[in-house]
């Protein structure tokens, strides 16, 4: 079958997860996205929730077997030689629906065609497939370095995030939140006696407000000596779904240009929002009156095209101390509100 090449390429990607403004919970999916001609093909699905079959939290003989089926050295998961490419992030059940397509061999070369939505054993390619998305042809070489590269190692296990502050309610609720979406969580008020194997499970350690600047130096110091690179974050407010979305945003070590929500400015009353392909976009204002009390509102929630967009906020949710954050299917950006 004719189709022009496309170069192709692995990339980490995350499936952010959250407390949203609802009180529902999102699960938090990492894994590895397929990189066509330079660009995520997840992007050119336009506002799609999903993730590949290569998530990083599967055990081990299944990720293995996933990474075969895509080298076809297994049979085909669906009949007409169809495989999924992206799936539900919460379940997986191809009746949530699922992005699948044929893969085969021509020669040396790999061919991804007919991409569809599917919902059940059989693809109607007419009524649900993706007329604008491949064919598809990837060199052989190149395809199989990708995929082998999975085999040995390259992926790492879901991480952890260490919890140090003083208030230990509210960092037992924080960590509870985070454990149901999917994100392992312990608490300390300091990481002086950890050792550096444990260290080096944890991709990120959050401080709240009230840890002193002596203490944050002492918690990086041990870090270090481990020979630990994570992310720092420190807290904005006790507020637990914005501290989720930040704790979720500096787990995200994918490349910013591979990411679809890449800029967030909350400034006079306005979001100035970027995002470079597609996709549905919710911002969420997060307040501490003067009682130090809570208050969320959802101030938008839809679809932008690529670009920057500058969107207007309603005082009421933006006034005094207030945060907002921007969220996508794969992407979560927090911003202390300037006024």
């Not at 066509?36 to 079959?53: C, E, H, Y």
């Not at 007409?80 to 490419?85: K, L, N, S």
């Not at 395809?143 to 140090?164: F, K, M, P, Q």
Request: with cysteine.
């Amino acid at each position: 079958m004719s189709a022009e090449y496309a170069t192709f390429g692995l990339a980490p990607a995350m499936r952010a997860g959250g407390v949203l403004a609802n009180g529902d919970y999102q699960i938090h999916r990492d894994f590895v996205d397929f990189v066509v001609d330079g660009r995520p093909l997840l992007f050119q699905l336009s506002d799609l929730d999903a993730v590949s079959p290569l998530a990083s939290d599967v055990p081990p003989a299944i990720f293995t077997a996933q990474v075969r089926s895509l080298l076809l050295e297994t049979e085909p998961p669906l009949p007409d030689g169809r495989y999924v490419i992206y799936g539900c992030p919460e379940c997986e059940d191809l009746a949530c629906g699922a992005v699948t397509a044929v893969i085969e061999r021509d020669g040396d070369d790999f061919l991804w065609r007919d991409f569809a939505w599917q919902t059940d054993e059989h693809a109607d390619l007419e009524l649900n497939g993706y007329h604008g998305i491949g064919p598809f042809r990837f060199h052989g070489t190149e395809y199989r370095e990708a995929l082998d590269s999975l085999l040995n190692g390259s992926v790492g296990t879901r991480r952890r995030v260490l919890l140090i502050g003083a208030r230990a309610a509210l960092l037992a609720k924080l960590a509870a939140a985070l454990r149901i979406i999917g994100i392992g969580a312990d608490i300390t008020r300091d990481a002086h006696d950890v050792p550096a194997d444990e260290l080096r499970g944890y991709g990120a350690v959050a401080f709240g407000r009230a840890v002193t600047e002596g203490e944050r130096a002492a918690v990086r110091r041990s870090f270090e000596r481990a020979g630990v690179d994570v992310a720092y974050v420190d807290g904005l407010a006790p507020i637990v779904p914005l501290l989720v979305a930040q704790i979720e945003h500096a787990l995200d070590r994918s490349p910013v240009e591979r990411r679809r929500l890449t800029r967030l400015v909350a400034a006079d009353g306005e979001a100035d929002v970027e995002v470079t392909s597609p996709c549905r976009v919710s911002l969420t204002a997060y307040r501490l009156d003067r009682l130090y009390r809570a208050h969320i509102h959802e101030v938008f929630d839809g679809i932008l095209e690529p670009g920057r967009h500058r969107i207007a906020l309603d005082a009421k949710a933006v006034k005094g101390e207030s945060f907002v954050v921007a969220r996508t299917s794969g992407s979560v950006l927090v911003e202390a509100m300037a006024h």
